[in-house]
Each structure stands twice: as C-alpha cells, then as structure tokens.
C-alpha cells in the first residue's frame, strides 16, 4: 500500500529516495520506523482503532510509525482485510490519499465493500464488469461519466 501525492522535489532528494528504494528491494534492508506517534494522530484514529483486536491496533500503529512500508502477512480469516479497512479509513481521515492495489479485482473489492459499509469515500479504478455488483456505482467510469473536459477530470481526482 503506498501512500502519498505528487510535489516538486530537488534531483538530490530523488536520488536519495531511489537510493534508499533500491536498498530496501534489492538489499533487503529492514525498514525503518520511528520511535513515537504524534499524540493527535493516535487522537484521531482512536475511533477506527477501537473495534480491533490488539494485533489488528498493533499492526495500524507500527504502519503509522513506518518511514518505508510495512507487509501484512497472515494465514486466511486472521482480519488482514479489516485490518486494511481500517487502515484505509484512518489514513482517509488523515487527509492522506491512498492507492489500494491487489493482484485480484476480488481482493480491492473485499477491501472496497468493508469501506462502503463504513462510509469511507472512494473511486474504485478498473474494469466496471469486474467489479462487484455492489461497487458499480463508485467505479471510475461511472462517477466521471458527465464529464466532458480534462480540466473537470482534474479536478475531480484532485478532490478525491
């Protein structure tokens, strides 16, 4: 899951980044995570948190914390997706914009379903006929149908 936005940066803070990228794939060094949660973050998630287990909570603050990615891994039916969900929906509150990818449209849509039925908004990107019949309505296609410029097109991403 990444998360983040587009800006302007400097060549040298690229390089740094790709520098830093290529250690963690290719070098296999262990990520690295800060020691503290800013105490508003844990303030503003603590609803989300709430209904979770103590490993689901765990495994949302150690992402929280995270300077560089955090894999969850697990056996069928340990809560991966609703911790994800929920994962999706604090960082959602965050402000932050968030790229959910699977190798299965049916492994978003289980993510997708469990955001809807919370609230959460969302734009559900690729093939409509893939989707679940319940998330047609928020597919891409569908919510930028009356659209008919680039700059309408703009600004609806940007606000999503």
Not at 1 to 8: F, H, S
Not at 51 to 77: E, T
Request: aromatic share 6%.
């Amino acid at each position: 899951m990444a998360v983040g936005t587009v800006t302007a940066v400097s060549d040298n803070e690229v390089m740094l980044d790709l520098d830093r990228l290529r250690s963690l794939v290719i070098d296999r060094v262990m990520p690295s995570y800060r020691k503290t949660l800013a105490k508003e973050i844990a303030v503003e998630c603590h609803a989300v948190l709430k209904p979770l287990n103590n490993f689901q909570r765990r495994a949302i603050l150690k992402f929280l914390m995270s300077d560089d990615y955090v894999l969850f891994k697990g056996m069928p039916g340990t809560g991966k997706t609703t911790t994800i969900a929920a994962l999706v929906q604090a960082l959602v509150l965050l402000k932050k914009r968030v790229l959910l990818s699977s190798y299965t449209h049916s492994g978003v849509d289980s993510v997708l379903l469990k955001l809807k039925s919370r609230g959460v908004p969302f734009v559900r990107l690729g093939a409509t006929n893939k989707a679940h019949p319940s998330l047609k309505e928020y597919s891409a296609s569908n919510l930028t149908a009356s659209i008919t410029t680039t700059q309408e097109l703009q600004q609806f991403y940007e606000n999503q």
